[in-house]
């Protein structure tokens, strides 16, 4: 894409979004229940949730195209939504960008786009030189005659995110852009996005189910789950110190072992897992204590198979797997093993003998602690100060 040749915003209009304790109820349900989120001008930030967590009820709020059943939506400085009172849609400094791509198929690129600039009350005469512009800008040079069906689908994406940007909004709405595209197409419209928002500087919310393009979009990420924001923090926070055991699911860590808190050193909490063998992680949780009985999450990536003589790094902890499983997964073999009568996944560039016993090294920024039969509330508790000493570990 070219970004170049654009005159739009870049930065000098981005605006903040406040939401304060929103909700959405519906009949039988609430689909948002008492979010609380705070977006600096020109921040990108990302919003992950599986399907119906209530994420595309969130952007429809700040749009306007819904109401909030409580709680209230500020964009720079003015209460635009509150109960029973909502600024429409065309008179907020914000567009948004559907995932269907909702195209006017009776319409030509051109019309598509004029039509945004014409509801939203952008003077006419600019209109043919910034359709020209948005054109160049997104790809679609020699395009605007055309209609949504003569356009390949990553095309059809352009025409919609061309048309929100035509009204020159303060903030920008993704709902799931590139959903509808193929895996190819949406690792690279992936990247145009992250290039484009970059070069915007307009404040951005960006909602996906993928992990992936939450990763590459956001700098800050909220992870939301059944109507609830689950955790905020940076892309490294979520990954290091994730709020509750469903986020470490979904950020990567896979197995869970039972063990017990053996040691406090600082920071670096030891834990027992039966028959000798011990993990260690970091972790600010006041809560464990010596004796606490954990849940522990683990990364595959982060346990490395060692050679006869070979020793572990520092941060690195030896353990006896006995290898169970081993089955080859095109350029890798995944490996079940068994430390202490629990299983622990890992991976191996070649295969290993099952039955055999092996040592491999864990990296403690890969094992994170859940204090065990413990409600994920309490997981949320004790995140500010997780966060804190788990970043301060890895900066150290
Ligand atoms: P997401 O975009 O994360 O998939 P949504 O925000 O679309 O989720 O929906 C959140 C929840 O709200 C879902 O359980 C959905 O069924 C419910 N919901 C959304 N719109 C309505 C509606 N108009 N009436 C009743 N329930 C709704
Ligand atoms: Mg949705």
């Known amino acids: 894409m070219n970004w170049h040749a654009h005159t739009l915003s870049a930065g000098s209009h981005a605006a903040d979004v406040q939401i304060r304790n929103v909700s959405r ?30 994420k595309s009820t969130l ?45 006017w198929p009776h319409m030509s690129v051109e019309a598509i786009i004029r039509f945004g600039m014409k509801h939203r009350g952008v003077p006419k005469p600019i209109w043919h030189s910034r ?10 040079g020699g395009m605007g005659k055309r209609y949504p069906r003569q356009l390949s689908g990553g095309q059809q994406q352009r025409v919609a995110i061309a048309r929100a940007l035509a009204t020159d909004p303060q903030v920008l709405l993704f709902d799931e852009p590139l959903s509808n595209l193929d895996a190819q197409l949406r ?23 993928d992990i992936q393009e939450a990763v590459a979009l956001g700098r800050r990420l909220v992870v939301m789950r059944s109507g609830r924001i689950e955790q905020i923090g940076s892309v490294r926070e979520v990954f290091q110190a994730p709020a509750s055991q469903w986020i470490a699911g979904l950020v990567g860590y896979s197995d869970s072992l039972r063990g017990v808190v053996e040691q406090v050193q600082g920071k670096v909490l030891v834990i027992a897992l039966g028959d000798g ?39 690195e902890r030896v353990v006896n797997v006995r290898v169970t499983k081993c089955s080859f997964e095109g350029h890798k073999w995944r490996v079940l093993g068994d430390v202490a009568g629990q299983s622990i996944t890992f991976f191996s560039l070649h295969p290993l003998d099952a039955a055999g016993v092996t040592r491999v090294a864990v990296d403690c920024n890969g094992v994170c602690a859940f204090q065990e039969g413990d409600p994920e509330e309490r997981d949320r508790a004790c995140l500010e100060g997780a966060v804190e000493s788990a970043v301060a570990m890895q900066t150290a």
């Open 277 to 315: 063998s011990s993990l260690a992680l970091h972790s600010g949780d006041p809560a464990l204590t010596p004796g606490t009985r954990v849940a522990l999450r683990i990364r595959p990536e982060s346990i490395r198979l060692l050679t006869e003589d070979e020793s572990a790094h520092s941060g």
């Open 187 to 209: 690792t690279q419209m992936r990247i145009e996005i992250a290039e484009l928002l970059q070069r915007l500087e307009t404040t951005a919310i960006y909602v996906t189910h």
């Open 25 to 54: 109820h519906y009949e039988g349900g609430v689909a948002l229940d008492r979010a609380s989120l705070s977006i600096e001008p020109g921040e990108v930030m990302a919003i992950l949730g599986p399907s119906g967590c209530g």
């Open 59 to 103: 952007l429809r709020l700040i749009a306007g195209l819904d109401t909030p059943t409580a709680g209230e939506i500020e964009i720079a400085g003015e209460t635009v939504s509150r109960p029973g009172r909502i600024t429409p849609p065309e008179r907020r400094p914000v567009n948004m960008v559907f995932q269907d791509f909702a195209l």
């Open 131 to 140: 359709i020209e512009e948005l054109l160049a800008m997104l790809d679609l």
